[in-house]
């Protein structure tokens, strides 16, 4: 049989499964969406006034380095803006760190239930991904140290981390990386650090300070945002030097660089979503935990819930969706058949879930 003549893809592109996003509704069902880690409170009203002011001139292009976005965020978080380079989401500035820092034959290393997203961007480049189990869902230190080989690169580290909802502490971040030789890249996706209550838990912004191979990847849309579409990383002059090369001139639209910069400075609506989701994250976590579940202790907006098998975990997913919620099934991407990932979300639907959850006769 001969083939057509036409583009082929890089080796390897073509053996990249897809990611897999959280369920939606049916456009106009009055269903829950609970499967995307969305802010259940919207979008600060002081981003959307900004957006609608941005809209006033879509016919000019954006400042291409996201200068106003960039000052807004050094002022809140105490950061030099110039160290500061804003994506298209988070997701872009891990693609460009992916393509920048990996090819062929390099290695990256993650925990097996880290983020869904970086097999997907180290494979696009021809490196290889090399898996780390957890314990108990806890990433362990020493087996990612003792996965790095001459050939790492890279280390992906999503602090906390999605699906699981765990996190490490600033004192194990540290000996992850003092155990990393200086040549490989430790990326902290600290996305969730917004909703983090744990006292000794630290962003990342130290280490990045204080040594020249650390990163640090945060996103506006887990604190109401995401549709918007705005990463930001923080790290050293070389890091920053070599991502302005190739990233896209006009990466960030100008509505997104006005809600980022009018988002980051309402502090109180941040601290707003915050206490709803400590509130709810503990309660939720309190309602489920026995009835045959098992609620793994989160930091991030979300819980994971592990049931006795896959076929329960199936069950409570469609009982759910039945009711009206849709959650996040984390078998297909992430390997955990017995486990659910519910969003927190507006306290009905806290209730709501909880309700139906516990009403599954012997969950088992
Ligand atoms: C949601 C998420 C992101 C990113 O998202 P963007 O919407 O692309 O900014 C990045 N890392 C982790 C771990 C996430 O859960």
Known sequence: MTLPIRPIPQPGILDIAPYLPGKSGAPGSAAIKLSANESPLGASPKAL???MEAAAHLEIYPEGSSRLLREALGEVHG??????????????LLHLLAQIYLGEGDEAVMNRFGFSVYPIITKATGARIVMVDERDYQADIDAIL???SARTKVVWLANPNNPTGTYLSDADVRRLHAGLRPDILLVIDSAYAEYVT????????DLVREASNVVMVRTFSKMGLAAVRIGWMVGPDHVVDAIHRIRGPFNVNLPAQMAGAAAVQDVEFTQRLKEHNRYWRDWLTEELSGNHLRVVPSQANFIMVLFEGADAAARAFTILLEAGYIVR????????DNGLRISIGSE?????VAAVLKSMDGTR
């Not at 744990?198 to 912004?205: E, S």
């Open 49 to 51: 006034a900004a957006m």
């Open 79 to 92: 950061i030099d803006p110039a160290s500061i380079v804003c994506g298209n989401g988070s997701d872009d």
């Open 146 to 148: 003792a996965a790095v």
């Open 198 to 205: 744990a006292a000794d838990y630290n962003v990342g912004l």
């Open 329 to 336: 099934e984390i078998g297909p991407s992430y390997g955990i």
């Open 348 to 352: 009905e639907a806290m209730r709501g």
